[in-house]
């Protein structure tokens, strides 16, 4: 059996920051909502239940550490999951955590 191969530290405090940004609730419900689908903070707010300085306060958290991104068309700006291991975290704790 080979050796599992160890992190180096920058990767390890990149995930680690990234990791930090999910654990919000309002954070892993965007991502959540953001499963299916591009979606405007306005669908966002409807979709959450929350204002929309709240949504727009999370999604640039999560914009600052590369986890979700913005399509623009015009003033229009459509969210997005950005790194596919956002869903991948969904799916953990899903499995794990949501008997």
């Given at each position: ?9 920058k ?36 979709k959450?239940k ?6 727009s306060?999370h999604?640039?958290r999560?914009?600052?550490?590369g ?7 015009g ?22 955590f949501?008997?």
């Open positions: 059996m080979t050796k599992p191969r160890t992190l180096d530290p990767v390890l405090r990149h995930c680690a920051a990234a990791l930090r940004t999910l654990s919000h609730p309002e954070r892993l419900r965007i991502v959540e909502a953001l499963e299916t689908g591009p979606l405007e903070v306005s669908e966002l707010t409807t959450l929350r204002p929309q300085a709240t949504v306060q999604l640039m999560l914009r600052a550490h986890l979700v991104t913005a399509d623009r068309t003033r229009i700006a459509r969210y997005r999951v950005a790194h596919a291991g956002c869903l991948t975290i969904l799916g953990c704790i899903r499995s794990h949501a008997r």
